[in-house]
């Protein structure tokens, strides 16, 4: 595979996943970037990724990467984090409690994120009375720490990078329980403040947007 040397590659199941806030991300900085999706199916199972990853020079081969003129990353976070760092520091903390707010939110909604992804690849008794037990009241926790804020956002009144995570998690447990917000009306406008910035709207309303599925086809609950 031949990776163009103009611009950067995002590299990434053809799947929401863990890939879907970086894609946002990037068109909210307004990145010109190349995407390359990998197929994953029950013939070919991961053979096309298997095949490359180990050429692309990648520290610790995994999808999603990144891969521009100055880095090449893997792992989600680290992503996210260098994208914001390159392109728009604002989206960062900018004070120290800022900073320990974005750590403690980032740790919460990485859980909520797992206990689900857990659900879907295991379908086991024990994943589900675990989602059933934490999530909710996580998702409760989560929405009075923005109310206590006063503010639409994870961690007050400007965006950042954690909300493009959050967004993603909400969404991938609405499509696996449409009920879970019901009671939660904060976490429902927060997403609707997200789907409302124009960088994102314009990319929901276009073809290139993957709708579904959030996980690949090994998942023993597809959503």
């Not at 086991?124 to 009375?129: A, L, P, R």
């Not at 409760?140 to 909300?163: E, I, R, V």
């Not at 909400?170 to 910035?197: A, C, G, R």
């Amino acid at each position: 595979m031949s990776l163009s040397k103009s611009k950067p590659v995002l590299g990434y199941w053809h799947i929401r996943g863990f890939g879907q806030p970086i894609r946002f991300l990037l068109k909210y900085l307004q990145i010109d970037y190349e995407e390359k999706q990998y197929e994953c199916n029950l013939e070919i199972k991961y053979k096309e990724w298997d095949t490359v990853k180990d050429t692309l020079g990648l520290a610790f081969p995994n999808l999603p990467y990144w891969i521009d003129e100055k880095v090449k990353l893997t792992e989600s976070r680290a992503i996210i984090k260098y994208l914001a760092e390159e392109y728009d520091p604002s989206l960062l903390p900018q004070n120290t409690t800022e900073n320990h707010n974005a750590n403690m939110v980032d740790g919460v909604v990485t859980d909520i994120w797992l206990l689900l992804v857990d659900v879907g690849y295991s379908n086991s008794n024990e994943s589900i009375q675990e989602y059933t037990r934490i999530v909710p009241k996580k998702l409760h926790q989560m929405s009075a720490f923005m109310t206590t804020l006063g503010n639409p956002w994870c961690l007050g009144p400007k965006l950042s990078y954690l909300d493009f995570l959050f967004y993603e998690i909400l969404y991938h447990n609405l499509v696996y329980n449409p009920l879970i917000l019901d009671e939660l009306p904060k976490l429902t406008e927060f997403m609707e403040n997200f789907e409302k910035i124009p960088s994102v709207a314009e990319f929901i309303e276009s073809p290139e947007y993957i709708k579904g599925p959030c996980f690949t086809v090994w998942a023993k609950i597809l959503i």
